[in-house]
Each structure stands twice: as C-alpha cells, then as structure tokens.
C-alpha cells in the first residue's frame, strides 16, 4: 500500500507542566501548576499533523508494551493512521517532561529509552513504503539506517535535524547529507543564516527551513536566502510544543502535495505552527484543511493589501 506520507522516529507521551512563575522555586517541596499529558515528540506531532489535513500517513517507529505504548498504537490506529510498523522498544515508551513558564519559556527532560540501540528491518519497512512520495524523519538514531534506501525508493527525504548547537556535530552528519529538506530550528543561534548558508553548500539542490519563532522564518534554496516574518492570529500562544513539527507539516503538504510555490507554502506552514501554539497541552487539534485554507486566503490577502 502506497502512502502520501511516511513519518519516521519518536513518539511518546508528553507530560506538560505548566508552571505559575516565571522560575522554579527549588526552596519548596511543592509547586502548584497544571500538569497535561498528550501524544507527543516530533513523529507524534507530526503524524498527527498529516491525517488532520487528511493525508494517507503512515507512522514508523517504536513505542513499549506498556500502558503508554497501548495508549499510543490505540489512538494512531483510531485516526487511520498505518500503525503496521509501530515496533517494540523493549525498555518501554519514550517520555518527555516539559517544564513550561508563564513567560513562554520551556526545559525539556526527555526519556528515549532504547532509542540509541534498536535496529529496524530495514527491507520491511523499505517493501512497506514503496510508492510512498514522501518521508518525514525525526533524528532518533536508528532513522539514519533508513536514510539512502528510502531514497533508492524514490522518496523525497524530509528531516528535522531540530535545535541544533553545532553545525559539525557528527550525530547530525548523516541526516544533514542525505536530506532533500532540511528543517532546523534557531533556538541556539542569534543568526542561523551562516548555517542555511552551510547546509546549502553541502547539498544546493535542497531547501533548507529555520523556524526562528518570534522572529519568523528563513527559508534557503538555490534561490537564495528569503526572511519571512512572524504570522499572527487573534488566539494567544499558550504552548509552543509541537510548533516546529506543524510547520514542517504545512510546508511540505502544501508544498510537495499540493502544489503551492515556496512562499506560499511556507506561509501556510506558519500558519499550522502558529496554529499549533494556541492548543495547550495536545497534539490532537491540531488544523484541519480548510481551517489552514481560510486562515491562508485571509492572511495572503492582507498581505497583498498591505503592500
């Protein structure tokens, strides 16, 4: 079976604790807060995000027997989403705890149990894809195995390489070769433009995404260098989780499926990410298709008035 959309690597449970200050108060046992758990991590996201825009998705990857794991494979099935190579990871599901503060800042703890060391049948999961037109990866380490066989397959390779610190960092070598889309975020850099500028000379037939939240977006290609500002929606940022992996969803559909020019794809990404973060705590609402139709109409319009 064929599918518009492979997304390849983590998944877990989220649990979000949404704190009352802007720091945590380590003089005191006990802080008050509001702690929600929901599917989560880059593929979880990012699955999601696909079948609400009403893609054939498949989802790779491994989740534990456990409570959590059931929970997962449970709800990905529910959504329609092909759960056949949904693996066992023997240490369990993976977790991530995320300390958010009430001024919009957050620190991650995450947990990715057998991550480092599992390894995946590589042939199945190729025979399983074929004719697949697209495969998003998170970079868990086992993803980089499938990274040169899905493109003999003919898939176009989408990777997160995420907040990246170093632009040489040997874990991230294998991904930043052999992606056809590179998304990363500028979390740990003032200026990312020096590092587009990098991944471009590595490969220049690619487009290279740096979500710079607040400050908007960059965009490389062998057109150049293009900065795009922020998207602003009347609903409040509430929770930033999940925000990089809808702009990558919005992008890539609307780009790769759907036929919309750079710009106005990685509008439309802003839009889903933006989107993303007036949902507190889920993965599960994240934009529909014609809620991310109209949003783009209105926008794109004002836009064009504007200038």
Not at 164 to 192: C, G, H, M, Q, W
Not at 240 to 251: E, R, T
Request: charged share 25%; net charge negative; aromatic share 10%.
């Amino acid at each position: 079976m064929a599918f518009d959309v492979a997304v390849i690597g983590a998944v877990g449970i989220d649990t979000n604790v949404y704190l009352s200050d802007s720091k945590v108060n380590l003089s005191v046992e006990t802080s008050f807060g509001e702690n929600l758990d929901c599917i989560g991590q880059a593929g979880g996201y990012a699955c999601q995000g696909f079948e609400r825009l009403g893609y054939r998705v498949c989802f790779v990857g491994y989740v534990g027997e456990d409570f959590s794991g059931k929970y997962i494979r449970q709800i990905l099935t529910e959504l329609g989403i092909d759960t056949s190579l949904l693996m066992i990871d023997p240490l369990g599901t993976k977790r991530s705890v995320n300390l958010m503060y009430i001024n919009g800042g957050r620190k991650n703890f995450y947990d990715g149990k057998g991550a480092m060391n599992l390894c995946p049948n590589i042939e199945d999961i190729r025979s399983h894809l074929s004719g697949t037109k697209l495969a998003h990866v998170n970079i868990v380490n086992w993803t980089r195995f499938l990274l040169k066989p899905l493109k003999e397959e003919g898939l176009i390779l989408s990777v997160d390489i995420q907040d990246v610190t170093d632009s040489d960092d040997p874990y991230r070598k294998d991904f930043i070769e052999e992606a056809d889309v590179l998304f990363f975020s500028s979390t740990n850099f003032a200026d990312p433009y020096h590092l587009i500028k990098k991944y471009l000379e590595i490969r220049g037939d690619r487009i290279v995404v740096c979500g710079m939240g607040k400050r908007g977006c960059a965009i490389g290609s062998n057109k150049g260098i293009e900065h795009f500002d922020p998207v602003e929606l009347e609903e409040p940022v509430v929770d930033a989780n999940g925000a990089g992996d809808s702009l990558a969803v919005g992008f890539l559909s609307s780009h790769y499926f759907e036929g919309y020019s750079i710009e106005d794809a990685i509008l439309r990404g802003q839009i889903a990410a933006r989107y993303c973060c007036t949902k507190k705590g889920t993965s599960s609402e994240l934009i529909t298709s014609e809620h991310l139709d109209r949003l783009f109409k209105q926008i794109n319009t004002s836009r064009k008035q504007d200038q």
